[in-house]
Nanobody
Framework: QVQLGESGGGLVQAGGSLRLSCAASGRTFSSYVMGWFRRTPGKEREFVAA???????YYSDSVKGRFTISRDNAKNSAFLQMNSLNPEATAIYYC?????????????????WGQGTQVTVSS
C-alpha cells in the first residue's frame, strides 16, 4: 500500500561513506515506522536499522556506532548515513515501512518494501 523508493547507493572504497534516502507515499508518514534491511546473495535478509514515530532509533549490533538512521517527516523521507564502510557492508539495501505500527507488538511488521539500491564497498 505504501510506495517506497530508495536512492543513494553506489561504489565506495573501504573507510568511505554513503547516505541512502527513501521517499515514501502517504499522508500519515509521521506515524510510520521506517526501516532499512540488506541482502547479499547466499545470505538471509538482515535487519540494519529502524526509526519509529517518536524518532527513536534501533540498530543491528553490526552497524552500531557507524550507521545513523534519521527521518524528515516534512519530506516523507527516511535516511541511512553509513560511515566507516567495509566490504562486509556490500549488499542490496532495502527501505521498508510499517504504516500501522502497534506499540504493544513484539516487533514491527514491515509490509511495504522498496526495490532496493546496490551498495558496493571495495577494499
Amino acid at each position: 500500500q505504501v510506495q517506497l523508493g530508495e536512492s543513494g547507493g553506489g561504489l565506495v572504497q573501504a573507510g568511505g561513506s554513503l547516505r541512502l534516502s527513501c521517499a515514501a507515499s502517504g499522508r500519515t508518514f509521521s506515524s510510520y515506522v521506517m526501516g532499512w534491511f540488506r541482502r547479499t546473495p547466499g545470505k538471509e535478509r538482515e535487519f540494519v536499522a529502524a526509526i519509529d514515530w517518536s524518532y527513536k532509533p534501533y540498530y543491528s549490533d553490526s552497524v552500531k556506532g557507524r550507521f545513523t538512521i534519521s527521518r524528515d517527516n516534512a519530506k516523507n523521507s527516511a535516511f541511512l548515513q553509513m560511515n566507516s564502510l567495509n566490504p562486509e557492508a556490500t549488499a542490496i539495501y532495502y527501505c521498508a515501512a510499517d504504516a500501522e505500527p502497534n506499540p504493544a507488538a513484539q516487533r514491527w511488521l514491515f509490509n511495504s518494501w522498496g526495490q532496493g539500491t546496490q551498495v558496493t564497498v571495495s577494499s
